[in-house]
């Protein structure tokens, strides 16, 4: 590491998140980006990093996406953030947008900066239309850091600021037992269910066959809505729209955020049909957000949504998504001890990995072999593995050699000597 770069860490230590910083150098992680761009990053030495974590999906279409970078260009000849009181002509081409493609009577758009600051909309748009309070989600699940985002998320992130739900509030059931679930709505008190349609910071395991369907179908039963919290999922991640859609299920409200972006603007949505969203007839003055649905904002989100709504967009997810199942599937028989799991979604993948911090290890290892992406927060055995929409085959085939690479260096760094390595003894 340069003197440069060790001076700037100490200031970061100095001035911005000491914890976050320390944790990250503890875990042999000295990345400070500087330039990016396409699927790439560089370290402030000038080192690059093939990015397959993209901040979560933020970018899905690659760093300053060109297109995207020169329709907010273009933009700011003329607009601003603007007036969140007001009718906005960005805002209202972007909430057509979304409606035209978004699940049948889901035609409603609110907006937000952030994908914690949707959730809570949804949340309390749940509240209003059932006049109900509890909210039932997952335990182990991720909803963002906000006010009622926090609570119905793991509890790491609550007790910290002494932010846990209350017992009434809010009810968690673990991921695919379909059984606690319907028993819990089943009681007919609860205003929503809210789930990620692939829990992203568990480490993207994958809901059962039936499961989401039959939960939408035990909500409908007793006036209990369903939020699909698409943040890290949805636009095109899944291999369609919204990955709500692979499951045959309309749900009553859609949160999209991170990608929704285009990396350049942040913005978020809640999409909804008319029961989710009839506060804003009661009152439209209910929530309000300087920034969210800022014009600038809807701008970059319009061309993403032009984007990723290509026919083209959607081919070339389906055709990645093939191409690398095929090389992961390669790489999982090189190392069948240690690499013992493949969740995947279209470009939304979980690697598993049989040791506790198996994802931890690999993480290293990535990096050290020109890859950024990151573990599973919440399963450390489990690596967030997330390509881009826009990558091609031959950047596919680089990543696959290298993380071919790093798998091989993980399993001899966790299990040593004695084991060998499984694909010089084959």
């Not at 970061?12 to 998140?17: K, R, V």
């Not at 009622?148 to 509030?169: C, H, M, N, P």
């Not at 006036?223 to 499951?247: F, H, K, N, P």
Request: charge should be negative; proline fraction near 4%.
């Amino acid at each position: 590491m340069s003197q440069a770069k060790d001076d700037f860490i100490a200031r970061t230590i100095q001035y911005w998140n000491p914890g976050k910083t320390l944790e990250w150098q503890r875990q042999g992680i000295d990345l400070v980006i500087d330039r990016r761009e396409g699927y790439y990053l560089y370290d402030m030495d000038g080192r690059r990093l093939i990015n397959c974590h993209l901040n979560g999906g933020v970018y899905s279409l690659g760093h300053r996406n060109p297109e995207v970078v020169a329709a907010v260009r273009e933009g700011m000849e003329h607009f601003d953030i603007g007036n969140h009181h007001f009718p906005a002509l960005m805002r209202t081409q972007l909430a057509e947008m979304l409606a035209k493609n978004a699940p049948e009577g889901l035609h409603f758009s609110m907006f937000a900066s952030g994908g914690g600051e949707a959730i809570d909309i949804a949340l309390k748009s749940a509240r209003h239309a059932t006049q109900r309070r509890r909210i039932i989600c997952l335990q182990r699940c991720y909803h963002g850091h906000t006010g009622l985002a926090v609570q119905v998320g793991d509890d790491r992130f609550s007790k910290l600021f002494l932010s846990e739900a209350r017992e009434e509030d809010v009810t968690k059931v673990p991921f695919n037992d379909l059984e606690a679930m319907e028993r819990e709505i089943a009681k007919g008190d609860a205003a929503c269910v809210i789930i990620e349609s692939i829990p992203a910071t568990y480490g993207f395991p994958l809901p059962l066959p039936g499961y989401l369907a039959a939960i939408k179908a035990a909500c409908e039963k007793v006036g209990t809505l369903y939020i699909a919290d698409e943040v890290q999922t949805g636009l095109m991640r899944s291999g369609e729209m919204w990955c709500i859609d692979t499951y045959d299920v309309v749900p009553d409200m859609i949160v999209t955020g991170k990608g929704l972006s285009g990396g350049i603007y942040p913005i978020a949505a809640v999409i909804a049909n008319e029961k989710s969203a009839a506060w804003l007839t009661e009152d439209g003055w209910g929530h309000m957000s300087s920034f969210g649905g800022a014009e600038l904002g809807c701008i970059a989100a319009n061309k993403v949504m032009e984007i990723v709504s290509r026919p083209e967009t959607r081919s070339q997810c389906h055709y990645i998504a093939h191409h690398l199942r095929q090389g992961l599937a390669e790489i999982q028989a090189h190392y069948p001890d240690f690499f013992v799991g493949i969740r995947q979604r279209g470009l939304i993948m979980g690697l598993e990995f049989d040791h506790p911090e198996g994802a931890v290890q690999v993480m290293r290892d990535l990096y050290r072999n020109g890859i950024w992406a990151i573990y599973s927060a919440l399963d450390p055995r489990s690596l967030q593995f997330k390509p881009g929409l826009l990558c091609d085959r031959a950047l596919c085939d680089d990543i696959l050699n290298r993380l071919d690479t790093a798998v091989g260096q993980s399993r001899q760094a966790i299990f040593g000597a004695g084991r060998g390595n499984r694909r010089e003894a084959a």
